[in-house]
């Protein structure tokens, strides 16, 4: 039986899981996640632990946040005047936010709160700076 190597195109299932066991994606209900390994796609923790899987196995894997959305950067927490808010907007902490960085790519930010003038948002991807476990099952490999 082969095993997934860097460059094949794979079909997984997984669930991610927080250390408290919270699950925070799965693929379970949907379509399988399919992917490229080692193309980039998926973090490096991700795809380091699909190689030399079979169709069929199962696998769990903790990654550490180095692997995984690094760790929470405060340059990346800004406050913004109210005015910069697309207008009619009624801001409330926990909303999200998509921005264009510089170089053009969509940036999701958060607000984490909502000041008289100001507003401030956290551009911290939300599982930045958090180890997280996934149950891997290989489905196909192309």
Do not use: C, W
């Not at 190597?5 to 399988?32: A, C, M, Q, W």
Request: net charge negative; glycine share 8%.
């Amino acid at each position: 039986m082969s095993k997934v190597i860097k460059g094949n195109n794979v079909k997984v299932h997984y669930t991610g899981t927080l250390e408290d066991k919270t699950v925070f994606d799965s693929s379970r209900e949907r379509e399988p996640l399919e992917f490229t390994v080692g193309a980039g796609q998926m973090i490096a923790g991700f795809d380091k632990a699909v190689e030399g899987m079979q169709i069929g196995e199962s696998k769990e894997v903790t990654i550490p946040a180095k692997e995984a959305y690094v760790k929470r950067q405060d340059e990346a927490i800004i406050s913004v005047p109210k005015t910069q808010l697309p207008e009619g907007l009624e801001a409330k902490e926990g909303m999200q936010l998509e921005a264009a960085s510089p170089d053009g790519r969509k940036q999701l930010l958060v607000i984490t709160e909502v000041k008289e003038e100001e507003v401030v948002l956290d551009g911290n991807h939300p599982l930045a700076g958090k180890d997280l476990t996934f149950d891997i099952e290989l489905m196909e490999i192309h």
